[in-house]
């Protein structure tokens, strides 16, 4: 199975703030990556998929970047809406496998 | 406007049953392949099985594999989990989702809740 790991677990930051988001996965990939936001109490959002692209309807601030085994999720500026969980997952192959979350909490 | 919703869930006995239903609109149903996903105790995500658009393939996670089965049903547009040999550990949201082999997920449903206790 490949495993996603994320980091940081869990990050504190300041709206405004830019923020990065680390995914690695334990084998190449390619681009077959998307990215996940989840707030509290609600079903994940879709944010980004194939590494880099938005998703229709998720703000433009959101960025994706990466290919192979190392990813990146990018906030430009922070809004108050965007405190939530971010969660990585690879649809290379199966089993799909998720990154653990990162918790993304106010200063 | 891409739609799914959930439903079937509840509270079941260690050992019993479940079928978990999730009917979709907004898109053309049997053009996509449809995925369980549940939430983790720890509240990560868990992927748990995935079905092809004309419902051929099935693919399962290990944890409950021979429990579970996946099947649709493209003229109801809806996408079915049946839950056998239910445990403990079973019980947590389960969220039906949209995908694409280029994309992944790209809609989700809101979420059932199957709590498993005695």
């Known amino acids: 199975d490949i495993q996603m790991t994320q980091s940081p677990s869990s990050l504190s930051a300041s709206v405004g703030d830019r923020v990065t988001i680390t995914c690695r996965a334990s084998?190449?990939?390619?681009?077959?990556l998307a990215w996940f936001q989840q707030r509290p109490g609600k079903a994940p959002k879709t944010l980004i998929y194939?590494?880099?692209t938005l998703q229709n309807g998720a703000p433009s601030r959101f960025s994706g970047s990466g290919s192979g085994t190392d990813f990146t999720l990018t906030i430009s500026s922070l809004e108050a809406e965007d405190f939530a969980i971010y969660f990585c997952?690879?649809?290379?192959?199966?089993?799909?496998?998720f990154g653990q979350g990162t918790r993304l909490e106010i200063k | 406007e891409v739609q799914l919703l959930e439903s079937g869930g509840g509270l079941v006995q260690p050992g019993g049953s479940l079928r978990l239903s999730c009917v979709a609109s907004?898109?053309?149903?049997?053009?996509?392949?449809m995925t369980w996903v549940r939430q983790t105790p720890g509240k990560g995500l868990e992927w748990v099985s995935s079905?092809?658009?004309?419902?051929?393939?099935?693919y399962y996670a290990d944890s409950v594999k021979g429990r579970f089965t996946i099947s649709r049903d493209n003229s109801q547009n809806t996408v079915y989990l049946q839950l056998n040999s239910l445990r403990a550990e079973d019980t947590t949201i389960y969220y039906c989702?949209?995908?694409?082999?280029?994309?992944?997920?790209?809609?989700w449903g809101q979420g059932t809740l199957v709590t498993v206790s005695s």
């Open positions: 989702a949209k995908e694409r082999r280029a994309t992944g997920i790209d809609y």
């Open positions: 907004g898109f053309t149903f049997n053009n996509y392949a």
């Open positions: 079905i092809s658009g004309s419902g051929g393939s099935t």
């Open positions: 084998q190449d990939i390619s681009n077959y």
């Open positions: 194939a590494a880099s």
């Open positions: 997952q690879q649809y290379k192959s199966y089993p799909i496998t």
